[in-house]
C-alpha cells in the first residue's frame, strides 16, 4: 500500500507541488488533495477551504520532502521569530492575545508561543494569559509584559473548560480586537498586522490560517530547547480547514453580538465549531494565507472520540438554529469567576449524551 501510494505521489503531486513552489508568486497557497476544492478570495490573497472539517494533505506524507519544501518557502514570506519583549505595549492596544492554560506539561509551549506572540512586527500587542487550575503554578513564569489572571475551576474534577478561559479572558483585553489562541502555536511576524488590515475592511471574524505545520515531537522538544531551528526537520503532518480552532480573531463588538464562546463545552472538543457556526453571523473573511507551527504535543485523551461528551453536544447543536443559540446565551451568564455556567458534576461521569439529554441540560430545544 505504502509503494501504491508512492508511486501515485509521484505520478499525480511530485509535479503540481514543484512547480508551485518554484514560482516566485504564492501559488503554494492554493496546493491541496486532489478530491479537494478551494475557494480563492475576492482579492486573491488566500483561499477558503470549501469541505467540512480539516484535513492532512496527503503527499508530503509520503514524500516529506514536500512538506519541507511548503514549509520553508511559506516561512520565506511571513517569517516566525522568537522575542522576548514585544517592540510596543502601548495603551490602548492595537490587539490583544487571550491564551487559556492549565498545568505544567505545556509550559514550555506556552513560553514559546508567547515569544512569537512578542515578535510581532508593526503593532501594540497586549497579551492575557488565563490559568484555569487549582492552583496557581506559572504567574511567576510569565513574561512581565504578559498579564495572568487565575480562574480556579469550582471543582477539582472539572475538566479543562476552553469556553470559559477565552470568555474571562476577553474581559480583561485591552483591545477591541482579539486573538482567541491556543497556547501551542507559534505564529508569523506579520500575523497581528494582518488581522487589523482586515478589521479595517471592517471585517469581524478572521481566520487567516492556511497550513498548520505539526512539528513531531522530536523536532518540539529541540526547538523548546534552543537546540534547532523551525527549519531543520520536515513535519509530521500539514493540516488545512482548522476554521476557528486554534486561532481566530474577532471584535469585542462581533464577540458580543454572537454572544462570545459556549461554556456548555466542558472538556475536549467541538466549542471551535459551534462559535464558527455563530459567527457566520458577522462579516467574516474566511480565506487563509498565513502558515501556523504547531507544537507538538501528547493528545487529548478525548480527542478521537467520537462519543465524547463535546462531540455529542456539536452534533445536537447543529439542529439548532443559529439564532437560537445566540438568544440563549443572552440568558447565561458568561465568563463569571465561580465557573463555567455549562459546568455540572454530571459531566464528569457520562461520557455520552442523547440529544434529549443535552436538551435537557442546556436548555435548548432542537429543531424538527
Keep these: 500500500m505504502y509503494i501504491r501510494n508512492l508511486a501515485s505521489v509521484l505520478l499525480k503531486d511530485y509535479g503540481r507541488y514543484s512547480r508551485a513552489l518554484l514560482r516566485s508568486d504564492q501559488s503554494y497557497l492554493a496546493l491541496t488533495n486532489r478530491q479537494e476544492k478551494l475557494e480563492p478570495a475576492p482579492d486573491g490573497s488566500g483561499y477558503l477551504c470549501k469541505w467540512r472539517w480539516t484535513s492532512d494533505l496527503h503527499a508530503p506524507k509520503f514524500m516529506p520532502a514536500l512538506g519541507s519544501r511548503l514549509m520553508k518557502r511559506c516561512l520565506e514570506d511571513h517569517p516566525i521569530l522568537l522575542a522576548d519583549t514585544p517592540a510596543n505595549t502601548s495603551t490602548p492596544s492595537d490587539i490583544s492575545f487571550v491564551i487559556g492554560h492549565r498545568g505544567m506539561e505545556r509550559l514550555p509551549h506556552l513560553l514559546a508561543t508567547l515569544r512569537s506572540i ?36 469550582p471543582s477539582i474534577e472539572m475538566p ?61 522538544t529541540a526547538v523548546l530547547r534552543g537546540n534547532s531551528d523551525l527549519l531543520d526537520n520536515y513535519p509530521l503532518a500539514i493540516v488545512q480547514n482548522l476554521e476557528a480552532g486554534g486561532s481566530v480573531a474577532v471584535t469585542r463588538a462581533g464577540f458580543e453580538r454572537i454572544c462570545g464562546m459556549d461554556e456548555s463545552f466542558i472538556g475536549w472538543g467541538g466549542e471551535d465549531n459551534e462559535f464558527w457556526e455563530r ?34 453536544r456539536l452534533q445536537h447543536l447543529t439542529n439548532v438554529s443559529v439564532g437560537q443559540r445566540i438568544s440563549h446565551l443572552r440568558t447565561e451568564v458568561r465568563g463569571a469567576m465561580s465557573g463555567p455556567f455549562g459546568w455540572k458534576p454530571v459531566d464528569c461521569v457520562e461520557s455520552q449524551f442523547t440529544s434529549a439529554q443535552l436538551a435537557g441540560v442546556s436548555g435548548y430545544e432542537a429543531n424538527t
Design 118 to 153: 512578542a515578535a510581532q512586527s508593526s503593532v501594540s500587542l497586549d497579551c492575557v494569559v488565563i490559568e484555569q487550575d487549582v492552583e496557581s503554578r506559572i504567574a511567576s513564569m510569565l513574561p512581565a509584559w504578559v498579564r495572568h489572571v487565575h480562574t480556579p475551576p
Design 160 to 220: 479543562y473548560c476552553r469556553s470559559w478561559a477565552f470568555n474571562i479572558g476577553v474581559k480583561h483585553c485591552r483591545s477591541d480586537v482579539i486573538v482567541l489562541h491556543d497556547n501551542d502555536m507559534l505564529v508569523p511576524i506579520d500575523y497581528a498586522a494582518s488581522i487589523l488590515s482586515r478589521v479595517r475592511q471592517g471585517c469581524e471574524l478572521i481566520n487567516l490560517k492556511r497550513f498548520i505545520f505539526y512539528l513531531n515531537k522530536h523536532h518540539t
Design 279 to 312: 459567527g457566520q453571523t458577522l462579516c467574516v473573511w474566511p480565506y487563509g494565507n498565513l502558515p501556523i507551527l504547531h507544537l507538538w504535543h501528547a493528545p487529548q485523551p478525548e480527542k478521537h472520540q467520537l462519543g465524547s461528551a463535546g462531540h455529542a
